[in-house]
């Protein structure tokens, strides 16, 4: 499968049939269109099982929740579509991707509780997040955008709307060569990239943000369990920018990044050391288990 999204053989599931890949199409006065009321998961597939799925679904569904509307599938029925979708396709190891949005209706304002919500999953063949920097590390630009207050955002729902300032942050960084952006939140701590988590060494312990006003990544959460079994004391709080000059290591964590080692944020510099090559290399070994 290669060419734009678009433009591509395959089957996607769509509120509970698999259409060709090229008509799985949306009205243009589609609410979350306008509005970003939608949420979706990124999954992956390894050797035809995919890492945490049941986790994924349920968060999908709490995702919706959180932005006000219900999904109408069941876990096990989205469980069940993206078994299908994989299956039409032929894959095995793949990206996965749930989405579920408010569509058009009655309502073409900001309220939109009469328009039915619909779901679809589309899978595809996709390699390293971020390229080769799993052998030598990413570089990461420091954005000028921060992560909002969950006062003012729903930070634990997997929601459409709170990834604009990641695509613009995302952008930026590329225009300079890096890979990705680290963000803060809006007290000014730090608090991840525009699509993974962070985690940071130093002096044999691990350090990480506190996941209060950005999603608690199951990726993270699986890391995290990881290095507690290894022994190795695993620090959740609030971390300052200056810190970052006082640490040794520091990787990335996501379903799309699995875990990548990072060189470089902003002027400061990280080893690509034993822990992080050995945290990425037991996290890929316990997905394809």
Known sequence: MAGAYDDRDGKIWMDGKLVEWRDANVHILTHAMHYASSVFEGERCYSGKIFKSREHSERLKRSANLIDFDIPFSVDEIEAAKRAALDANGLTDAYVRPVAWRGSGEDMGVAASRNPVHLAVAVWEWGAYYGDAKMKGAKLDIAKWKRPSPETAPSQAKAAGLYMIATMSKHAAEAKGCSDALMFDYRGYVAECTGANLFFVKDGEVHTPTPDAFLNGLTRQTVIQMLTEKGIKVNERHIMPEE????????????????????????YNFEVGALAKDIATDYEKLVRA
């Open 244 to 267: 970052l000059e006082g640490f040794e290591q520091a990787w990335l964590t996501g379903s799309a990044a699995e875990v990548t080692p990072i060189n470089q944020i902003g002027d």
